[in-house]
T-cell receptor, first 113, second 114 residues
């Protein structure tokens, strides 16, 4: 099976802009989780989607949002970008109903200038 | 919410030695504990996991132990090799069928010197 894919891999944006990141899970997996990775805060949970519904949400402001499509692909959006949003954004794929394992994609490196 | 502490933050060993990384968690309802390895510029890779109904799990040179009473779990790597050099993250997940939120430790940079 193909692994988790994320696009784009690198992105440079300016403060105040918005950005959309995409994640395609492993075929057959219905759960997609998003994480932010920074040197200072480590890996932090953003939210998780299953069958097009947000099931879990982390402690991030409302500027961070996401959605999931019927084919399980997921997008996350960050509006009104701040310098502190610069990070590696990782998505993780899981079966969602059986099995706990989460498999990560390569991430999108977002730089906000 | 859940809090996961990981120690040490850096660990340097000689090739062939063993390495041990320890994590503690705060939520007694956590029941799933994975370990990830992240090489520089790469994605976190699941290397082993353990569930709360098991005390120990082994996979070749790596093993994980879990002490539910003390709320801590550890990663053991034996016969370390230079390719084991990476950042290792522990994580915990609260039990519940629809909860897929992983809480991660801050990571341990393992360096294996040839």
């Amino acid at each position: 099976k193909a692994g988790v894919t994320q696009t784009p891999r690198y992105l440079i944006k300016t403060r105040g802009q918005q950005v959309t990141l995409s994640c395609s899970p492993i075929s057959g997996h219905r759960s997609v989780s998003w994480y932010q990775q920074t040197p200072g805060q480590g890996l932090q949970f953003l939210f998780e989607y299953f069958s097009e519904t947000q099931r879990n949400k982390g402690n991030f402001p409302g500027r961070f949002s996401g959605r999931q499509f019927s084919n399980s692909r997921s997008e996350m959006n960050v509006s009104t970008l701040e310098l502190g949003d610069s990070a590696l954004y990782l998505c993780a794929s899981s079966p969602g109903t059986s099995g706990d394992e989460q498999y990560f994609g390569p991430g999108t490196r977002l730089t906000v200038t | 919410g859940e809090n996961v502490e990981q120690h040490p933050s850096t660990l340097s060993v000689q090739e062939g030695d063993s390495a041990v990384i320890k994590c503690t968690y705060s939520d007694s309802a956590s029941n799933y504990f994975p370990w990830y390895k992240q090489e520089l510029g790469k994605r976190p890779q699941l290397i082993i996991d353990i569930r709360s109904n098991v005390g120990e799990k082994k996979d070749q040179r790596i093993a994980v132990t879990l002490n539910k009473t003390a709320k801590h779990f550890s990663l053991h790597i034996t016969e370390t090799q230079p390719e084991d050099s990476a950042v290792y993250f522990c994580a915990a997940r609260r039990g519940g069928g629809s909860n897929y939120k992983l809480t991660f430790g801050k990571g341990t940079l393992l360096t294996v010197n040839p």
